[in-house]
Each structure stands twice: as C-alpha cells, then as structure tokens.
C-alpha cells in the first residue's frame, strides 16, 4: 500500500489518496501514471516514512507544495518571517523555540516567541 498525491495546475496538493504499491504496475502503468489518467491532475507518491527515508522529504497534505527542484512536498508557510529549511523542508523561525518550562507561540508582530499563560 502507497499513498498518492493529487498536484493541482500550481502544483499544490488537493487531495491524498491510499494506492497500490509504488513498486506494482497497473495495467502496465507506474502508478503515478495510471492515478493520473483522465484527470487534469499531476500524481506524485508520498511516504509516512519521509523523513526517515529521505523520499520527498515530507508527507504530502492538502495544502503542501510539491517543489520540482528539490523533489520535495513542503508545508504551506505558517508566518511571513519564517525560513525554509533547505535539507528538510520544514519552516523555521527566525529564532529557535525556547527551551525551558513555558509553553510559547509564535508573535509575527514581534518576532520574538511569546509566552502562553494558562489560566488555572
């Protein structure tokens, strides 16, 4: 079992799909090829085990952009300031996460972590 990545024109994904294995012809056809057929839609294969195995970088979701270049799905960008991470293809901040016992989120005002108070 495989799953497949539906590319809209723009090549953003629209839809994910569970396939036949990257690795099984259909109908003679590479999978990518046959889940395209009659559709106005690029197919590219996507892994749950991406990051371990380096294919594509990242699990495609709805949403993400297949990148041609790198051969990679990545996540839409979650802030302007944010920075892609060229070997993972993840977006980082432009200054790491706090370490400590907080819990922080991200002020685009600010460009600094803030720190979420909870109410008790």
Same mark, same amino acid.
């Given at each position: 079992?495989?799953? =497949?990545?539906?590319?809209?024109?723009?090549?953003?994904?629209?839809?994910?799909?569970?396939?036949?294995?990257?690795?099984?012809?259909?109908?003679?056809?590479?999978?990518?090829?046959?889940?395209?057929?009659?559709?106005? =839609?690029?197919?590219?294969?996507?892994?749950?085990?991406?990051?371990?195995?380096?294919?594509?970088?990242? =699990?495609?979701?709805?949403?993400?952009?297949?990148?041609?270049?790198?051969?990679?799905?990545?996540?839409?960008?979650?802030?302007?300031?944010?920075?892609?991470?060229?070997?993972?293809?993840?977006?980082?901040?432009?200054?790491?996460?706090?370490?400590?016992?907080?819990?922080?989120?991200?002020?685009?005002?600010?460009?600094?972590?803030?720190?979420?108070?909870?109410?008790?």
């Amino acid at each position: 079992m495989a799953h =497949y990545a539906y590319l809209d024109e723009n090549n953003v994904v629209i839809c994910v799909i569970v396939g036949k294995d990257e690795n099984e012809l259909i109908d003679g056809l590479h999978p990518e090829i046959y889940y395209s057929q009659g559709t106005q =839609y690029t197919v590219k294969r996507t892994s749950y085990n991406a990051k371990d195995n380096g294919f594509r970088k990242n =699990y495609a979701g709805i949403g993400y952009f297949y990148d041609e270049q790198r051969d990679a799905f990545i996540p839409p960008k979650p802030f302007a300031s944010w920075i892609l991470d060229e070997e993972t293809c993840q977006w980082q901040p432009p200054l790491p996460h706090p370490n400590d016992k907080h819990i922080y989120e991200w002020s685009e005002e600010d460009l600094n972590w803030r720190v979420i108070e909870i109410q008790e």
